[in-house]
């Protein structure tokens, strides 16, 4: 059984900060790309930040220059921190891991998404 789970998000000021961080458990071969993605109300589910196992990075026009995703693979863990936040960043977030495990196939897995608000 392989479960992502989150940190918890908060409340944080217009141009603050935060970080999130997703930790990958289970029966787990490896890691693929891992992915933050967010949903704001009534919007549909859009992609923030992706990292490759080799550590190529892919940014939303939106983010670039204020978020930066890592990882660590050692730990199963993906990380974003967020910098300069807007109020347009307020939403759920969801990590995603294409993970290789005990299935001997690679699957998509999510975490419960937590809640980022950010106030004017």
């Known amino acids: 059984q392989v479960q992502l789970v989150e940190s918890r998000g908060g409340l944080v000021q217009a141009g603050g900060s935060l970080r999130l961080s997703c930790a990958a458990s289970?029966?787990?071969?490896?890691?693929?790309?891992m992915t933050w993605y967010r949903q704001a109300p009534g919007k549909q589910r859009e992609l923030v930040a992706a990292v490759t196992r080799g550590g190529t990075t892919n940014y939303a026009d939106s983010v670039k220059g204020r978020f930066t995703i890592s990882r660590d693979n050692a730990k199963n863990r993906v990380y974003l921190q967020m910098n300069s936040l807007k109020p347009d960043d307020t939403a759920v977030y969801y990590c995603n891991a294409e993970i290789y495990g005990s299935t001997k196939s690679v699957l998509d897995y999510w975490g419960q998404g937590t809640q980022v608000t950010v106030s004017s």
């Open positions: 289970g029966n787990i071969f490896s890691i693929n790309t």
